[in-house]
């Protein structure tokens, strides 16, 4: 029998599963129906950044419950290794985080948030066009709490969980 789940309070280790991740799935709920997709993201300070147009399915989905579920996922095994030793357990991590989904599209959050997504994938000299404010929305997912796993191999599992930093006083972070 695998460990009984015993997570260890570290956001650092949550944090370091997510660190060089540039995609995962964002799971919300559509009146009694499920609605996941994978997206791009970037990862700053407890919150999830993600872009997308102006209008959509997933912001009239966030607009009506913003309760969402972003999960990470990371695969460091080779299937072909394991099927030739009969085992279904590799090296692999995830993350799975809980929080409330705001839309941003007031123009001077909206270039912030921008740049601050842009730089994690390495612009961040990022200069916006006139035309992005029209045309994009982000999506801000402030993390309620997160879990992570690691599995090494079939006998070895850690868990953590996270739990959100409060900024200090007067910081105006709207968290």
Not at 23 to 35: H, N
Not at 130 to 143: C, N, P
Request: charged share 25%; with cysteine.
């Amino acid at each position: 029998m695998k460990d009984q789940f015993h997570p260890v309070h570290s956001n650092m280790e949550c944090e370091s599963i997510i660190e060089g991740t540039y995609q995962g799935v964002l799971s919300m709920t559509a009146g009694d129906e499920p609605y996941a997709l994978p997206l791009n993201h970037a990862f700053v300070d407890g919150r999830f950044y993600f872009h997308c147009a102006n209008e959509g399915r997933k912001l009239n989905v966030i607009e009506r419950n913003p309760r969402v579920t972003y999960i990470i996922s990371k695969y460091y095994g080779d299937s072909a290794k394991l099927a030739k030793a009969m085992k279904c357990h590799g090296n692999w991590e995830s993350v799975v985080a809980r929080g409330r989904a705001r839309i941003v599209s007031e123009d001077a959050e909206l270039i912030a948030c921008m740049k601050t997504y842009m730089a994690h994938y390495g612009h961040g000299d990022f200069q916006h066009g006139e035309d992005l404010l029209g045309r994009t929305k982000m999506i801000v997912v402030d993390i309620d709490g997160m879990t992570a796993r690691r599995e090494y191999d079939d006998e070895t599992t850690d868990y953590w969980y996270w739990e959100p930093v409060a900024p200090p006083a007067g910081d105006g972070a709207g968290r």
